[in-house]
């Protein structure tokens, strides 16, 4: 049996969806598929290509750095979606969202390129994107759509750029991945839908951070480095991207859990991933894979956003493992009698 087209599988979205904003999501991405070739074509060019100047002067709305590279991605795709069901269209790169269809059924939120300090050490960089209904437009105060909970996206996914050009999508039945064939010209079908094995024995975190964390943090990753001898009775492996697509990549293709936790350092109290565009489309993706998403304690998907550009905590993957690490901060009484006689000790053996 041939392998399923992006395309075909889109068709059976619109064919099968009762729901018409599903019908609305399918175009879009359509469409986002596109403009995610044109962004690859130009990555390949690497520092050979203009649109990869050196940063610019300027930040974005949440501070970063800009490179034109990033704001060469946003308005890609931006003019990508100019002629879809897009009402509201708001971005990493943007201030505020652009209104772009004041009878469009839908809202996307990007971040065009995801990873882009990791730009010039060719690391895995990606664009990760949320599709949600909209809401409250009216009176030219677009936020309020962007300022609903994860759960209720219509549908989210991420490009990512690396040895092959893939599309991770979900529309709530299941976590599809995508491989762009240069030889079709189009994307294909290469996992049908991924399951996240509730247990593992790999974790992800920035372990140069670790004088930074709460203790309950400190006190998983030093059970875990224990291995065999801890109360783990496991050894793990420790990885770490810094590129948030490169790691969700690899959770969905053979399991784990990753940790960006909130730490003492100067801008860092309430985590460094942004809820609304980040956070949220990849704890989509990863529980319509089995796994789960927190803040460390919540439900990402249960969060309620304040402002457009919030920052989170933000642990996913194995569902066991992301439920532990919960634990680490809501039960301490199971965290460890640290003495002399006992020894340390975590939660209770897996």
């Known amino acids: 049996m041939a392998a399923c087209t992006l395309d075909a599988f889109l068709n059976t979205i619109t064919e099968t969806a009762a729901e018409p ?28 290509g203009e649109a990869f100047a050196a940063v610019r002067g300027t930040a974005n709305a949440d501070g970063d750095r800009q490179r034109d590279l990033d704001v060469f991605a946003d ?45 010039d050490t060719n690391v895995s960089i990606g664009t990760i994107f949320s599709i949600s209904p909209v809401i409250g437009l009216v009176d030219d105060q677009p936020i309020a759509t962007f300022l609903q909970p ?10 990512i750029y690396g040895p092959q ?16 064939s240069s030889r079709l010209g189009t994307f294909v079908q290469g996992y049908e839908s991924r399951t996240i094995e509730r247990r593992t024995n790999e974790f992800a975190i920035n372990s140069a951070n670790y004088r930074h964390w709460e203790e309950p943090i400190q006190l998983y990753v030093d059970d875990c480095l224990k291995g065999t001898a ?21 959770i969905l293709i053979r399991g784990g859990v990753f940790l960006y936790p909130a730490d003492a350092r100067n801008g860092y109290s309430h985590g460094r991933l942004r809820l609304v565009y980040e956070a949220n489309p990849i704890a989509f993706l990863i529980e319509q894979a089995g796994g789960a998403a927190s803040d460390t304690v919540n439900r990402i998907l249960d969060l309620q956003p304040v402002s457009l550009h919030q920052r989170t905590p933000f642990v996913f993957g194995a569902s066991k493992e992301v439920a532990r690490i919960a634990r680490y901060h809501t039960e301490p009484s199971f965290i ?12 209770f053996r897996a």
Not at 77 to 90: H, N
Not at 336 to 347: D, N, Y
């Open 21 to 48: 904003l599903r019908r609305d999501c399918a175009e879009i991405v359509r469409s986002l598929a596109v403009a995610a070739v044109k962004i690859r074509n130009t990555i390949n060019l690497g520092a050979l």
């Open 75 to 119: 308005d890609v795709f931006l003019d990508a979606v100019r002629k879809t069901p897009v009402a509201l269209y708001v971005s990493e790169e943007l201030d505020n969202p652009v209104i772009l269809d004041r009878n469009g059924t839908l809202a996307i939120a990007l971040d065009p390129l995801d990873g882009s300090s990791n730009i």
């Open 150 to 159: 994860g759960n209720r996206q219509i549908a989210a996914g991420f490009f």
């Open 165 to 180: 050009l893939s599309l991770v999508i979900s529309f709530g039945s299941g976590t599809h991945i995508f491989v762009f």
């Open 230 to 250: 801890g109360p783990r009775e496991k050894d793990f492996n420790m990885r770490w991207i810094a590129s948030l697509v490169a790691e969700a990549y690899r």
């Open 336 to 347: 460890a009698e640290r003495s002399p006689l006992f020894g340390q000790r975590g939660l």
